[in-house]
């Protein structure tokens, strides 16, 4: 079947050949063109090619064989068949036009039966060619496109970080692996293309079929942990997912492996960071929990004893704070080592934070093995460690519960635990405790009273009293000292020493302390703009105040807030506060003392004493403890004490204050040795505002304590025997002398602190205190006095010891001469004048100063 829309081109210089042609062609229905010669045809040819050409061979210029030879040489014309006409077609013109690319001949004249048979079958045969020709094309086409498919699915799955095999059903093999599988294992590409599953150690042969069908079914779509093995032999983590895709007559398995070999080191570390300590490598509060809960399961089943020690270190802060933390650091990692060797293999070693660590002990032996550890850890701590150059043993505090006796869950045996550490620390250190019922009820009500007190800073049930402070040598008030009190609901005023303790422990002490300083300097301005005038007062500041609070920010706040000059402020600090962060402090207190703030150590002698910090810090005064004033009268060491404070802080240019004066002897004792101030409840205990201003406004002062200008002599006779003392005083009535009575050796001293006494005589025998013992005290606290005994002679020996040691000048023995005692004690007034060489005593000795 011919086309009716083909075109055909009749080259041929003769015109009645070529319209002879058309006319035949045109029945046809084909379309013509027409050539006078072969450049005519090439050009037509060029514009517009047609399916078939009838090309005369003889022409003038351009024969039809050059045509035809010009039109097969041009791939874009060689498919154009080309009909040769010729008057004579011989076997040489044939070859010639077959030669030159003709596909047939006719001859002229032309049939026209002929003519359209050979067209047809050449167009026929064109358009198969051209079938045949796009055909290909388009195969060509697909074959490009699924090599660049292929490709790009190749350089995609190349491209990730997963590896890829997929697997045939049918061969059992992999028929495509990635780059990323290469390397993963560690084999060449076509070496992992001749093996399966089971050769890289994913399933074991006998179970490849299985598990082949059981993904195809579809059952591998979770994801899979599981190893493979690499070419050297080696295991790797992988996590593995795997799907199944039917193509043509096989089903091909996609395996897809994540190596995470990073991602469980991660894990690895997240978890041993989640669980033990960076410092120590000791398990952290969290894994102990953990193991202790586990711990205590097993002994629940065995029927065995567990017990759980609690260790915090005595003064580790000291250190840090000295030392700096790195060596505190370095302190707390030979300390878990060391902890470690005091254990068994299947104990517990833990660091709870900070200095706190605790242990695990399964105990068989009963709880005396509880206390061979912790004395084992007390004699480990006490071996010097070496810190960076520094050395230096260790104490520590411990606490043990022991479970079942105790408590059965973990929580409560690392509570109580915890209470017997504090019970232990409390009772002065490096010991150890066991748990106590009675400690919990302690740690309950210290619970109680610490949400108490929270609820009173927020309730405003905290008030301020005020004590005086009296300037010794005018009698008059000097300043006074804010005490906190707190006016609980129900309960009535607390005494502080039941709640200044929990509210340093629990911190409350830095927002209350910023109470206190605001509400003295509040009190200091209405006394100032009222009546009273200014009042200095002082205020006690914690150390956590320093580490804690905004002291500075408070105070200069409090100043500005109430309009007060800096001066009427002092502050009032413990020598151990002194010592908490020590350079912050100092910067804290230089910083006020420039604004005028006055600054006062608080207890001075009972911690860090030393002339060392009381260079660094800007101190005005010290406050002699109560431990020391309270018998100072009576006891010498207290006496000395007392004596080298005040001489050493005069030479400093500070001043003193005496606390806790209760008695008139106390109070001499003091003014006689040139003490500043005093406080005490012999002037005034601690008063409420009301109670206060009305002692303000009554000028309330010491009685005038200088006595005579020139004072007698004094003679203090102590006896308890009544005729005695009377036997004595008629025999010097008539002397002049001034003499004072004691019927103690508690009175003595009183009246050797309130008066000038120049000798002293007593018995042996006194209820309380012996004669000797009392002379020897006396000889400490007066050594200028000169001391007579009088004894028995069962008593010689003892008193021969008290004048070997200085204690007695002169002794006598029943019966003893009247006569001769009378002459000696008026002897002991020259003598004693002669040997002190003593001037006549006028002026007020607390006016000479030590120079500075």
Not at 139 to 162: C, G, H, K, N, P
Not at 221 to 245: N, P
Not at 594 to 609: A, K, N, P, R
Not at 680 to 687: A, E, I, N, Q, T
Request: with cysteine; net charge negative; aromatic share 6%.
């Amino acid at each position: 079947m011919h086309n009716p829309a083909a075109t055909i081109l009749i080259v041929d210089d003769k015109l009645t050949n070529r319209k002879l042609l058309e006319a035949l062609l045109r029945p046809e229905g084909y379309l013509t063109q027409c050539a006078a010669d072969g450049a005519q045809a090439l050009a037509l040819i060029a514009q517009h090619a047609p399916d078939l050409i009838l090309l005369d061979i003889i022409m003038p210029g351009m024969d039809g064989y050059q045509v035809a030879t010009l039109l097969k040489a041009d791939p874009a014309t060689s498919g154009i068949p080309i009909i040769m006409i010729t008057a004579r077609i011989d076997r040489d013109s044939r070859l010639a036009g077959l030669t030159a690319g003709a596909e047939d001949f006719l001859t002229k004249p032309v049939d026209r039966a002929e003519l359209w048979l050979r067209v047809r079958n050449l167009l026929r045969l064109k358009t198969m060619g051209d079938l045949l020709k796009n055909h290909g094309a388009i195969l060509e086409q697909q074959v490009q496109a699924r090599t660049a498919d292929l490709q790009r699915f190749r350089s995609a799955m190349d491209a990730t970080a997963d590896a890829i095999f997929l697997l045939s059903r049918r061969s059992m093999r992999f028929v495509e692996v990635n780059a990323t599988a290469c390397t993963m294992l560690g084999h060449e590409r076509d070496a992992l293309l001749g093996m399966g599953p089971a050769d890289i150690g994913l399933v074991p042969l006998d179970r490849m079929d299985a598990e082949c069908d059981a993904i195809i079914a579809g059952g591998g779509d979770e994801l899979i942990e599981t190893l493979v093995q690499r070419k050297d032999g080696s295991l790797l983590q992988v996590e593995m997912h795997q799907q199944a895709q039917r193509f043509d007559s096989d089903w091909i398995i996609v395996c897809v492996l994540r190596d995470i070999t990073e991602r469980k080191e991660a894990q690895q570390r997240l978890h041993h960071m989640a669980h033990y300590d960076a410092l120590t490598g000791l398990p952290n509060r969290t894994l102990f929990f953990e193991t202790l809960k586990k711990t205590v399961n097993q002994a629940a089943d065995s029927g065995w004893q567990v017990a759980v020690l609690f260790i915090d270190l005595d003064q580790f802060k000291t250190v840090n704070d000295t030392l700096g933390h790195a060596i505190g650091d370095e302190l707390l990692h030979q300390l878990g080592d060391r902890l470690v060797q005091c254990v068994r293999i299947r104990d517990t070693v833990g660091r709870m934070g900070g200095d706190e660590f605790a242990l695990i002990l399964m105990l068989q032996e009963g709880q005396q093995a509880a206390v061979l550890v912790a004395n084992k850890i007390r004699e480990v701590l006490r071996v010097p460690f070496i810190l960076r150059g520094y050395e230096g043993g260790l104490t520590a505090s411990i606490g043990i519960t022991l479970y079942p006796d105790d408590a059965l869950d973990p929580e409560t045996l690392i509570r109580y635990a915890d209470t017997a550490m504090y019970r232990a620390k409390h009772a002065g250190r490096d010991t150890y405790r066991f748990f106590t019922q009675q400690m919990n009820a302690e740690v309950s009500h210290r619970l109680t009273l610490e949400m108490a007190l929270r609820r009173a800073l927020e309730h405003d049930e905290f008030v301020l009293h005020y004590q005086p402070k009296v300037n010794i040598k005018s009698g008059r008030i000097a300043g006074l000292e804010a005490l906190l009190r707190w006016n609980r609901p129900q309960h009535g005023l607390v005494p502080p020493q039941e709640f200044i303790q929990v509210l340093e422990e629990s911190g409350l002490i830095v927002p209350v302390g910023s109470w206190v300083i605001a509400t003295a300097c509040k009190q200091i301005g209405h006394w100032m703009r009222g009546a009273i005038g200014p009042m200095q007062v002082a205020v006690n500041v914690s150390g956590r105040q320093f580490v804690e609070g905004d002291l500075d920010g408070d105070v200069l706040k409090a100043l500005r807030d109430n309009g007060i000059e800096a001066d009427l402020l002092e502050l009032e600090l413990t020598e151990s506060s002194l010592m908490v962060n020590t350079e912050r402090t100092i910067a804290t207190l230089h910083n006020l003392k420039q604004h005028g703030v006055q600054i006062s150590i608080d207890d001075f002698g009972t911690g860090y004493s030393s002339l060392a910090y009381l260079r660094r810090f800007p101190i005005n005064k010290l406050k002699i403890d109560i431990a020391f004033i309270r018998d100072v009268t009576t006891n010498p060491d207290d006496a000395a004490l007392t004596l080298a404070i005040i001489r050493m802080a005069h030479s400093l240019k500070l001043e003193v204050i005496a606390e806790g004066v209760e008695t008139e002897a106390q109070l001499a004792y003091l003014r006689r040795n040139c003490c500043d101030q005093m406080q005490g409840h012999y002037f005034s205990k601690p008063l409420a505002m009301a109670e206060l201003e009305q002692l303000l406004h009554e000028d309330k002062r010491l009685a005038d304590g200088h006595g005579e200008a020139d004072p007698p002599q004094t003679v203090l006779l102590v006896a308890d025997d009544a005729p005695l003392l009377t036997s004595l005083q008629r025999l010097l009535r008539h002397d002049g002398y001034r003499i004072l009575t004691a019927r103690s050796a508690q009175q003595g001293f009183d009246l050797l602190a309130l008066h000038q006494v120049q000798v002293v005589l007593c018995e042996q025998h006194m209820a309380g205190m012996s004669g000797t013992l009392f002379l020897n005290r006396v000889k400490d606290l007066y050594p200028e006095t000169f001391r007579l005994i009088l004894a028995a002679h069962a008593d010689l020996e003892v008193i021969m010891d008290g004048v070997n040691r200085g204690a007695i000048d002169r002794f006598y023995t029943t019966p003893w001469d009247k006569k001769v005692l009378h002459d000696n004690i008026h002897e002991a007034f020259r003598h004693r004048r002669v040997l002190l060489n003593l001037p006549p005593e006028h002026g007020d000795a607390c006016d000479v100063r030590l120079p500075h």
